[in-house]
């Protein structure tokens, strides 16, 4: 059993920063990838940013030159730095893992989410 627990949400004005974090838990042989995705009201599930075991970064379009993501896999715990954040930032924030077991076998984890909210 994996459980991820995420941090660091809040409201922010536009403008701001907010740090998330998710700190993976429980037997924990190989990840592959780390990622955070988001949800706002109405709206499908996105990618928001991913980084590999080889500390290769992807980014969706809308948050690329704003948003960092970065993974210390000593802890197991993947981060995001939100800057310059926008009222179309809002959504509720899911951190996943992409892992595997000593057998090789693939699993996926989601976080319970966290809130963040852009407004004046």
């Known amino acids: 059993q994996v459980r991820l627990v995420e941090s660091g949400g809040g409201l922010v004005q536009p403008g701001g920063s907010l740090r998330l974090s998710c700190a993976a838990s429980?037997?924990?042989?190989?990840?592959?990838?780390m990622a955070w995705y988001r949800q706002a009201p109405g709206k499908e599930r996105e990618l928001v940013a991913v980084?590999?075991?080889?500390?290769?970064?992807d980014y969706g379009d809308s948050v690329k030159g704003r948003f960092t993501i970065s993974r210390d896999n000593a802890k197991n715990t993947v981060y995001l730095q939100m800057n310059y954040l926008k009222p179309e930032d809002t959504a509720v924030y899911y951190c996943?893992?992409?892992?595997?077991?000593?057998?090789?076998?693939?699993?996926?984890?989601w976080g319970q989410g966290t809130q963040v909210t852009v407004s004046s």
């Open positions: 996943n893992i992409d892992r595997t077991d000593w057998r090789g076998t693939r699993y996926i984890d």
């Open positions: 429980g037997i924990i042989f190989s990840i592959r990838t």
């Open positions: 980084v590999t075991s080889g500390g290769t970064t």
